[in-house]
């Protein structure tokens, strides 16, 4: 019988790679993840994508839901106005972008925002951003179905349930918030790290694919309201001592999807086969 006591209790969008998440009611699932999802980006100069793994002051610009579009503001520079990001840009600019080991054709955002972004992080910056035609794939050997993922990291969508994170606060010298670990899909019920045997579950109607634990990095160190790290590397110094498998630190599974369907919070989640 299908466990319903396992539940979809948040659903976040991060419509900037590497900036804050956005919580959402509902969201709609496209090929590339959920819609809206990491579909910005912010290069150098030199079109090297930018992450808080090297500029943690990225933590600063707060993003918030505007009417057809998203609000950006800095946490600590208030004589910067609010600026403007509409939800999609469009195709007058183009250039291509490294985004680790790929490259990858983008739009090129408002030039206002160029301005503003350089201005809040002093060094060149340009806001750019993914097309539903630019095909970005999932990496190949975890990829049969032809998956494709939009600026996040690897995959589409990532999956942590809320037991698991109350678990490593109890083990933490102090509590961390769920931000730092950049879900997509957060769940309700079930024990602690059940997740890692999921191979097949379903949100409401829409199926998905828990393809392996997702290896965390130095950036769920930084406290994502002051881009201030925790001292002695925490959570990841805790993590590492009971979540090790081999060089990697896991933390949540990455997740494939259907390509389409609607998630709502409150949506039952059903596993349909372990591993």
Same mark, same amino acid.
């Given at each position: 019988?299908?466990?319903? =006591? ?10 900037? *790679? ?9 969201? *709609? ?5 959920? #819609? !809206?999802?990491?579909?910005?980006? @912010?290069?150098?100069? +030199?079109?090297?994508?930018?992450? /808080?793994?090297? !500029? ?17 503001? !800095?946490?600590? #520079?208030?004589? @910067? ?37 350089? %201005? ?7 806001? &750019? ?7 970005? $794939?999932?990496?190949?050997? %975890?990829?049969?179905?032809? /998956?494709?993922? =939009? ?18 606060? /109890? ?14 899909? &957060? ?21 998905? #694919?828990?393809? *392996?634990?997702?290896? #965390? ?5 930084? $406290?994502?309201?002051?881009?201030? +790290? ?6 990841? %110094? ?9 060089? *990697? ?10 390509? !389409? ?15």
């Amino acid at each position: 019988m299908p466990d319903a =006591s396992l539940t979809l209790s948040q659903l976040l969008i991060y419509p900037i *790679k590497s900036l804050g998440g956005v919580a959402v009611a509902e969201a *709609k699932v496209t090929p590339q993840g959920l #819609r !809206h999802d990491r579909r910005w980006l @912010l290069v150098d100069a +030199k079109n090297q994508f930018l992450t /808080q793994r090297q !500029h943690p002051e990225l933590a600063l610009l707060a993003v918030a839901a505007a009417h057809n579009g998203w609000l950006l503001t !800095h946490r600590q #520079r208030p004589e @910067l106005l609010p600026l403007y990001i509409p939800f999609e840009a469009t195709p007058e600019r183009t250039l291509f972008v490294t985004i680790w080991d790929d490259l990858v054709w983008a739009w090129r955002g408002p030039a206002v925002a160029d301005e503003w972004l350089s %201005r809040a992080l002093d060094r060149e910056i340009r806001l &750019v951003y993914m097309s539903d035609m630019v095909r970005r $794939d999932v990496e190949p050997e %975890r990829n049969p179905e032809g /998956q494709v993922v =939009s600026f996040a990291d690897a995959y589409p969508f990532l999956l942590i349930g809320e037991a698991a994170l109350a678990d490593l606060n /109890q083990r933490l010298p102090a509590p961390v918030l769920l931000n730092r670990f950049r879900p997509n899909l &957060v769940f309700s019920g079930g024990p602690a790290y059940d997740d890692d045997a999921w191979a097949e579950f379903r949100v409401g109607e829409v199926p998905f #694919r828990a393809v *392996k634990g997702c290896a #965390r990095c130095v950036m769920t160190t930084i $406290d994502q309201q002051t881009a201030t +790290k925790t001292p002695q590397g925490e959570p990841l %110094r805790t993590l590492a001592s009971y979540r090790s498998t081999g060089s *990697k630190v896991l933390f949540g599974q990455n997740v494939t999807g259907p390509g !389409h369907g609607h998630l709502r919070v409150g949506d039952a989640v059903t596993v349909l086969r372990r591993r």
